[in-house]
């Protein structure tokens, strides 16, 4: 997948968009300008896409490999890079490359993770980069998830439009395994099977111990609160339409040493956060699933800057 070809190479970054999972969702009430805003408590994963960006005399391009994403111009990475380029009058025009490795439409963050990627790494090439702030503005203008995405916290609480957010100390790492099923699930509609579910927007998402709206530090500071508060709104909603999922949320979650087993995201995919190994071999029964072994991480990938 091209965009316009640009002209001669500068210097160039690159990095991995490590991928996210939820461990904690809960949809508040809709705006009038249509959008939900959320609570979130993000965890980033080992398992990410490469990501490439050189920056050019001129002309604007991207080159995906690995999945198909659509057209460039929707491409969130290539809107990350040109809004930066827009507000930050620089550069004159740069060339982005994805190896697609996270499963797109699956509620694991890929395209969000390559926008966040792209902020960072237009910003580590900048002569004048732009503060922290405003980097987390254009970030909020892609997407409820790019601004964590965008930043480099292996944990972190979110809410509102995700431009909210509390930086949080990692929790150990764990083996972690993403089930990723056959079909995707459009964000825009598991929104609306949300609001249908409610009778109209409103809020969602039963949060064991949860209180006025705020986790209190404690709730996710260690494995075992944040198994107790661990749901995502979108389960019922998305297993209404895909009874599937709660098989394959059974059979994640009957394997050895499982913490947590949820839907990330709104989905398709799901998680299960285990203490020890887990043996894989009962997801061979789920047929067309496709299993990823990885863990969470407790430093973000940096950005590799190229002279």
Known sequence: ?????????????????QAKINLTLRVLAREESGYHQIETLFCRLDVGDDV?????????ALD??????????????????????????????FAIEL??????????????????????SLNALNPAPLPTTQLLAIATRLGADVPYLASDAPLALAWGRGDRMIVLPPLPPRPVVLLVPPFPV?????????????????????????????????????????????????SRV?????????RYLGVLGALGGCRIAQLT??????????????????????????????????????????D
């Open 1 to 17: 997948m091209r965009g316009g070809e640009p002209r001669a190479a500068g210097r160039a970054a690159r990095v991995v968009a």
């Open 52 to 60: 490439g960006v050189r920056v050019t005399s001129g002309g604007r």
């Open 64 to 93: 995906c490999r690995g999945a198909d994403v659509g057209p460039v111009e929707r491409n969130l990475a290539y809107r990350a890079a040109a809004l930066y380029a827009d507000t930050a009058a620089w550069p004159r025009g």
């Open 99 to 120: 190896d697609k490795r996270i499963p797109v439409g699956a509620g694991l963050g890929g395209g969000s993770a390559d926008a966040g990627a792209v902020l960072r």
């Open 186 to 234: 459009e964000t825009e509609a598991a929104y609306e099977w949300l609001d249908q579910a409610m009778g109209g927007p409103g809020i969602t998402g039963e949060m064991p111990e949860h209180h006025d709206g705020v986790y209190s530090l404690p709730q996710v500071a260690a494995w075992d609160s944040v198994t107790r508060i661990a749901a995502n709104a979108f």
């Open 238 to 246: 998305v297993a209404r339409r895909h009874p599937e999922i709660d």
């Open 265 to 306: 995201g709104s989905g398709s995919a799901l998680f299960g956060v285990f203490d020890r190994d887990p043996d894989l071999a009962p997801l061979a029964a789920l047929e067309g699933c496709r299993a990823i072994r990885t863990d969470t991480v407790g430093r973000v990938a940096q950005v590799e800057v190229i």
